[in-house]
């Protein structure tokens, strides 16, 4: 059975399996929201150092633009749910045409980068002590790249992933503008769509490693598996249709 997710029928093909950089997130983040849940439960801990705080990364505590990304909101499964599936469904491609370095670089400078627009946000915002935890700003990343390497493909079967990258990312720009508690998480959003735009767009995304080849364009190099996908169905389309003609009663006028 098909994704739910996204629809193939525009002729693109997947291998349909889990690649081994996606697992390995997959593992890694529900095994880290697994040891937290339990730890906060039994012992207390929150694990501040590791949470992405404006004034701790302005103090010198870099790592905590990486470290945020692997923590999840504990007090319920919403947060970790989304951003998994989310993952589970986009990511595959990706890696698959980029190669697995390639892919978790990409990631993690997403994630990265909205962490940074995080934390410049703060200082207008007056946010400069709420904490932001969570991996949404690496897969909206991911969604962006999405959307531009893969533009046809229906998400839900109904709306081509250019369009819904689109709707997401004017959803997290309304909510970043929003007078409420949650527009700090809106801006890692937006962090992460315009961190991963500009990786692909200004030529970047080719100097993150992954598959050989220099000069590599995952652009153009799916746009030509989409035209000589095309030209392969219009070939066997005419085939058909001469096979048709040539089994017609040669007295038949139409």
């Keep these: 059975m098909g994704s739910p997710f996204r629809s193939f029928s525009s002729g693109s093909s997947s291998s349909g399996l889990v690649t081994r950089g996606v697992k390995w997130l997959l593992v890694s983040n529900s095994a880290i929201f697994v040891f937290t849940l339990l730890a906060k439960a039994f012992l207390g801990w929150q694990f501040a150092a590791l949470k992405l705080t404006p004034q701790d990364v302005f103090a010198g505590s870099l790592w905590q633009l990486v470290t945020y990304q692997f923590l999840h909101d504990v007090n319920g499964f919403q947060h970790i749910l989304f951003n998994m599936a989310s993952l589970f469904f986009v990511g595959p491609m990706l890696e698959s045409a980029w190669g697995t370095l390639r892919f978790l670089r990409f990631y993690l400078l997403s994630g990265i980068g909205a962490g940074v ?17 969570g991996c949404s700003g690496s897969i909206f990343g991911l969604m962006i790249a999405y959307g531009v390497l893969f533009p046809n493909l229906l998400f839900f079967g109904a709306i081509p992933a250019r369009y819904f990258v689109m709707i997401f990312g004017a959803i997290s720009l309304l909510g970043a503008i929003a007078l409420d508690g949650s527009r700090v998480s809106y801006v890692a959003h937006l962090g992460g769509l315009l961190t991963g735009w500009i990786l692909i767009r200004t030529g970047m995304l080719q100097r993150l490693g992954g598959k050989p080849g220099a000069g590599w364009d995952p652009v153009a190099s799916f746009r030509k598996q989409w035209k000589e996908w095309k030209l392969r169905r219009a070939r066997k389309k005419f085939q058909v249709y001469m096979k048709r003609k040539s089994g017609r009663d040669p007295f038949d006028v139409q």
Aim: aromatic share 0%; proline share 6%.
């Design 117 to 133: 627009l995080v934390c410049l946000a703060s200082v207008p915002l007056g946010s400069l002590e709420q904490a932001t935890i």
